[in-house]
């Protein structure tokens, strides 16, 4: 369970990174990166927010016609919050500030998330 | 409330862009322009899933230290929607082909969302 490395991998890959997270659709963080610049700042209880919100989501897929949730992103003032689903239990969070490159952020864990999967 | 050429406009310029809506909180559609793409999808009733998490999210957003949302996409399978906050009481919904310009749709809900404001 070499995580680690691909989480810095992410955030060092895109500007603007703070922090990059494996967790659970508990609100567990697995495994957790993070710049300095990250560290005065609360991620975790929006993570728990976000991992409520996108189990959520994921349940009500069934009813929906259009399929399965791959990725959600929320917008805020301070933070801008990318996640990918890697596995029926574990999801990658991105941490970037609003300035940060949201494409870039898209790409690399659409990257990563085959990677960390295949070490879960 | 001229929303309707506003709603258009965005379908128009957005390549893949299946349909935009004006939506309140409460999950109701104001208004709503859909491509004839659109038409064997039934998009509302995640739109209606949507505006549940979105409203919750900014709910959580006073006891998170992230500020308020502005933003929220959801990509699945088949659909990828983009949603940005108007008011304190409605907001654009954006569905698009998973293989549409996501950059562009966030780009032109970003404009779009002072002109909607200003209709109200």
């Known amino acids: 369970m ?3 490395a691909h989480l810095e ?5 895109v500007p603007g990174a703070l922090a990059c997270s494996v967790m659970g659709f508990d609100g567990i963080p697995v495994e ?9 700042m ?7 927010e976000y ?3 996108l189990s959520q989501l994921r349940g009500a897929a069934d009813s929906m016609r259009t399929g399965a949730v791959a990725e959600m ?7 801008v919050t990318l996640m990918r689903l890697v596995s029926p239990d574990y999801f ?3 941490a970037m500030r609003p300035d940060g490159n949201y494409g870039k952020g898209r790409y690399v864990l659409r990257v990563t998330a085959p990677k960390v ?4």
């Not at 999967?117 to 879960?120: D, G, N, Q, S, V």
């Open 92 to 94: 990658l969070v991105l």
């Open 9 to 13: 991998a992410v955030v060092n890959q």
């Open 2 to 4: 070499a995580f680690l």
């Open 117 to 120: 999967k295949a070490e879960l």
């Open 42 to 48: 609360d991620l975790q209880s929006s993570w728990v």
């Open 51 to 53: 991992a409520n919100v």
């Open 32 to 40: 957790t990166h993070q710049s300095d610049d990250a560290v005065e």
């Open 73 to 79: 992103a929320v917008s805020s003032e301070k933070v």
